[in-house]
């Protein structure tokens, strides 16, 4: 299995409160995803990195944001939370290869945060 | 922009039933096709991918999927169910560099004893 955990792994806040997710991955990847999963909207790209200090905005960006200062960590945050923003959060790796050099890259998943924002 | 049909959200099937699970894609160039499976409470794990070569896909547990370009279809097949299939199963696509996916919202297998 791919060495990717995130915390915490459950939460729940308040709306108007800030609210910070963490992917850590042991496989020095170099690309990171942050998804959201929703019933009927399958898996929703938020934000996505690139390397240390690159990131890039996703499908549903607005009201989150990211930082990546070391390889291994991806910080996902909502800056003040709403109810819409109760979901599940999965964080995801993957690795450009010699025989996908133009994509095709598998993407490996953390297990999930489940967040309820009351 | 890239995207996925699911069609049908449930599916559901004896065990030892064929299992067939479709996805379409919008594509103006070749696509890059995966599934994945979920199950409950887990993150989405790799079940095939189809890259270049070989249409025919074969991936684990006994599943496999066909790319077929004119009918820009990937769908997902086992020819018997085992009530362990039971779980969700997302078809995505990919197009460029950093592996970014467009996944389709997903269909989920029910195995009936």
């Known amino acids: 299995d791919a060495g990717i955990t995130q915390s915490p792994r459950h939460k729940v806040t308040e709306t108007g409160t800030p609210v910070t997710l963490r992917c850590h991955q042991t496989?020095?990847?170099?690309?990171m995803y942050w998804y959201r999963q929703d019933p009927g909207h399958g898996l929703r790209l938020i934000h996505y990195?690139?390397?240390?200090?690159?990131?890039d905005k996703g499908e549903v960006s607005d009201g989150y944001s990211v930082s990546r200062s070391k390889t291994e960590d991806f910080l996902l945050t909502l800056e003040s939370a709403t109810s819409s923003q109760t979901s599940v959060y999965f964080c995801?790796?993957?690795?450009?290869?010699?025989?996908?050099?133009?994509?095709?890259?598998?993407?490996?998943f953390g297990p999930g945060t489940r967040l309820l924002v009351l | 922009a890239q995207s996925v049909t699911q069609l049908g959200s449930h599916v559901s099937v004896s065990e030892g039933a064929l299992v067939l699970l479709r996805c379409n894609y919008s594509?103006?160039?070749?696509?890059?096709l995966f599934w994945y499976v979920q199950y409950p409470n887990q993150g989405l794990q790799l079940l095939l991918k189809?890259?270049?070569?070989?249409?025919l896909v074969k991936g684990i547990n006994g599943f496999e999927a066909e790319f077929k370009k004119s009918e820009t279809s990937f769908h997902l097949t086992k020819p018997s169910a085992h009530m362990s299939d039971a779980a969700e199963y997302f078809c995505?696509?990919?197009?460029?560099?950093?592996?970014?996916?467009?996944f389709g919202d997903g269909t989920t297998l029910t195995v009936k004893p």
């Open positions: 995801a790796i993957s690795e450009s290869t010699a025989q996908t050099p133009g994509g095709g890259e598998t993407q490996y």
């Open positions: 496989e020095n990847h170099r690309y």
């Open positions: 990195s690139y390397g240390v200090k690159d990131t």
């Open positions: 594509s103006s160039v070749p696509p890059y």
């Open positions: 189809y890259t270049t070569g070989a249409t």
């Open positions: 995505a696509v990919s197009y460029t560099n950093a592996g970014k996916s467009t």
